[in-house]
């Protein structure tokens, strides 16, 4: 059997590499489980019946309840979720502050998507005046996606963002207000509403630890096929020297 020498600069970028490689490749199956586990939930909990405003706070975990809503808007201060294509056009998701009587707390709502093609022009929209029943389930985004910068505070209303954070809201308003976004379900005072449960499937997860395994297993096989072949080039040098030398 051929002698296994690699040399130690391939051995280090290997030793160095190939770990994290598989890392990586095990988060994006992670990453999976946790998506699946997050739709399961979801078909789960949309079959449930719902439950009132007054009853979130105490769920815990309210991802993608089903609530029962019955209050006003808050029209003059409204939030615009910039950076949201629907078709390839560019567009805005319309957030309102909602209070509910029954509860007497405040829930941000995102009444769904407006279409902005020109940014020069305001973003039209319509809120209604009089006390409206509605619809709605608890988004829970994964991690920190949403943030209310500080310097997003500032100006008119509505504030124009790429992202918020409810409670950083309710302290900048003074109200006593649920920690998460509420969206609406098809009916009075919604616009487009086609929200994707998770912006990343389980199977793009799966196509990316498919790659990471690929690269792994690439970096492995050239590592110990550069073992054998250096071996063969060092013997056939050898032999190139030791010819050379008897002549």
Known sequence: MRPFRPG????????????GLIALGCWQLRRADEKRAL????????????????QLRQLPDPAFYPVHLY???????????????RDGRPGVELLQPFHDQASGQWLLVNRGWLPW??????VRFDTPDQPLALEASVYVAPGKTFQLHPDSTE???????????????WQQLGRDGF??????????????????????????????????????????LLYLYFGWHHND??????????SAART
Request: no cysteine.
């Open 8 to 19: 130690w600069i391939p051995t280090l970028v290997v030793l160095a590499l190939l770990p």
């Open 39 to 54: 739709l399961d939930t979801y078909t789960a909990r949309q079959i449930e019946a719902p439950v009132a405003a007054a």
């Open 71 to 85: 209050g006003r808007f808050d029209a003059e201060h409204s939030l615009l979720l910039d950076n949201q294509l």
């Open 117 to 122: 093609p020109d940014r020069r022009v305001p």
């Open 155 to 169: 100006g008119q209303w509505p504030h124009l963002l790429t992202a918020i954070e409810p409670t950083a809201l």
């Open 179 to 220: 920690a998460h976004e509420l969206r609406l379900q098809p009916g009075p005072a919604s616009y487009r509403l086609d929200w994707p449960v998770v912006a990343m499937g389980p199977e793009k997860h799966l196509g990316y630890a498919v790659q990471w395994f690929a690269l792994a297993t690439a970096l492995l």
């Open 233 to 242: 080039k060092e013997n056939r040098h050898g032999r190139r020297h030791e």
